[in-house]
């Protein structure tokens, strides 16, 4: 089997959300692709202040099953790690959007 490269990885993860009814969303709440962000269980110095990854997607699936169960917005990101995340092979993440913080300069 063929690694795959970066983009390719991400085209497979983007269909994938998009055969599950997931579009591509500009912005939410000060999260836009190409932002540095960490995700919440990230809570060392350097996470807090840097972020470890970029957004390279961000995707909401409208009134799906999970917003209609928890009243709130089913908003998907897929990640660039700077480090593969516990051994991963990948550096890409998915994760949902309350997992998501944005880094605070004043760290």
Partial sequence: MTDLTIDQEL?????????HGYVDLPEHNG?????????????????LRD?????????????????????QRDIELIVRRDKPFLGAGSLLSK???YHTRIPRADW
Wanted: aromatic share 10%; charged share 30%; glycine share 4%.
């Fill in 11 to 19: 085209e497979q993860n983007r269909a994938e959300l998009l055969a």
């Fill in 51 to 71: 972020g470890t990854a970029t957004v390279l997607a961000l995707m909401e699936r409208v009134d799906s099953p999970w917003s209609r169960e928890w009243r």
């Fill in 31 to 47: 999260i836009t692709v190409g932002a540095r962000v960490h995700h919440r269980n990230e809570r060392y110095y350097e996470a």
């Fill in 95 to 97: 994760w949902a959007d």
